[in-house]
């Protein structure tokens, strides 16, 4: 058992709990017109939006950097020591821990809280063992360049929540960028991660992982199950934004001919 990483996730669980308390509630109160008359439940998903934000961008970054560059990760999928990947996992640990607490205390004013609990129990599940145990540090790794979808996913919200027009310009180009980042990190990005799987599947380093196999496979098919399902909802949203500015377009059309 390997502790050095576990400090990360706790500092990193205090400064999100403070985000939540403290600094994104200012946040929104300064930039959300009319937050403070907004429903408990889409000030809370503004609140929590921020912190996954800003998550999602630190995540990002790191994680194609060291995708990209770090030899440790590359020489050893399985049980490379990466110091900032690990640091990084560990980070996210300690947010996504918090996470659930926050969703738990105020389940009844989240959206499908079952679905983001579900999600986040399987990636805390994950990253416990890359952190505690230092097993599999590639593919979570990995697994966290998903995260480059968030912020749109987020603003998304935003624009629903500040009642724009679903057809508008900006909510089409949001609505765009958010279906070509999430196909290209969470759905397009597939088959190689799992070919990479098939390249160390049954190697001695994979073979030295015993239980945590199983793991690995749990954690990647449902969350690859997940992604599926709401890579599905975004299609169907993008194809009714389409129809309405298509619509719209086509009647604008008609009037300047009439």
């Known amino acids: 058992m390997d502790t050095r990483y576990h400090p990360t996730a706790v500092i990193s669980a205090i400064i999100v709990l403070g985000l939540y308390k403290v600094v994104n509630p200012w946040i929104c109160n300064t930039f959300v017109v009319g937050y403070g008359k907004l429903s408990r439940t889409e000030q809370l998903e503004l609140n929590l939006s921020v912190t996954s934000s800003i998550h999602a961008v630190i995540a ?33 640990l300690g947010y996504l821990t918090t996470d659930i607490i926050i969703i738990l205390v105020n389940f009844k004013n989240v959206l499908s809280p079952e679905i983001f609990i579900l999600h986040h129990v399987a990636s ?28 749109f996913v987020n603003y998304r919200r935003y624009l629903e929540v500040q009642h724009y027009d679903k057809a508008s310009t900006l909510y089409f180009v949001n609505g765009i960028l958010l279906a070509a980042t999430f196909f290209t990190a969470r759905i397009g990005s597939l088959p190689f991660y799992y070919y990479t799987i098939y390249t160390v599947y049954g190697t001695p380093g994979y073979i030295r992982l015993g239980h945590i196999q199983f793991v690995l496979w749990s954690s990647c098919l449902l969350l690859d199950a997940l992604n599926i399902y709401w890579f599905a909802k975004i299609v169907r949203g993008a194809l009714k934004v389409l129809s309405k500015r298509s619509v719209r377009q086509n009647g604008s059309i008609a009037s300047k001919a009439a």
């Open 60 to 92: 990002t970054v790191v994680s194609v950097y060291c995708l990209l560059f770090d030899e440790v990760l590359a020489q050893d999928p399985v049980w490379g020591d990466s110091f900032l990947a690990k640091h990084m996992i560990a980070l996210c």
């Open 124 to 151: 805390v599940y994950a990253y416990f063992y890359v952190v505690t145990y230092g097993a599999l540090p590639y593919f979570a790794t990995f697994r966290l360049w998903a995260e480059l979808s968030t912020p």
